[in-house]
């Protein structure tokens, strides 16, 4: 059974800084493009960040390039979204996800991405 857990949201002030974590089990996440979205209140799920298979390739949305990192660690099955220099428009539920295609393409729509987790808040005052 595939399960993707997130965790490390919180409370923080503007320009402050959070790591959050995904960890993935049921056998799919070195075979996996892993991706982070978010999603505020009244609005789309939004991407943010996206990394290949090796962690070689990584993409980002326009709003957090420069602020946060994605990487990954194979061997402990879990992704992370460092987030940097925090605004509170960053405020959403942040979700990870898992696609599974074989598409050279990131895929940046929630519909290209086959796993997700729960979410986690990341709440961000000003």
């Known amino acids: 059974q595939v399960q993707l857990v997130e965790s490390g949201g919180g409370l923080v002030q503007a320009g402050g800084s959070l790591r959050l974590s995904c960890a993935a089990s049921?056998?799919?996440?070195?075979?996996?493009?892993m991706g982070w979205f978010r999603q505020a209140p009244g609005k789309e799920r939004e991407f943010v960040a996206a990394?290949?298979?090796?962690?070689?390739?990584?993409t980002y949305a326009d709003s957090v390039k420069g602020r946060f990192t994605i990487s990954r660690d194979n061997a402990k099955n879990t992704v992370y979204l460092q987030m940097i220099s925090l605004k509170p428009e960053d405020t959403a539920v942040y979700y990870c996800?898992?696609?599974?295609?074989?598409?050279?393409?990131?895929?940046?729509?929630?519909?290209?991405?086959?796993?997700w987790g729960q979410g986690t808040q990341v709440t961000v005052s000003s």
């Open positions: 049921g056998g799919i996440f070195s075979s996996s493009r």
């Open positions: 990394i290949n298979r090796n962690g070689a390739s990584t």
């Open positions: 996800a898992a696609d599974r295609t074989l598409s050279p393409a990131v895929r940046t729509q929630p519909w290209g991405y086959d796993y």
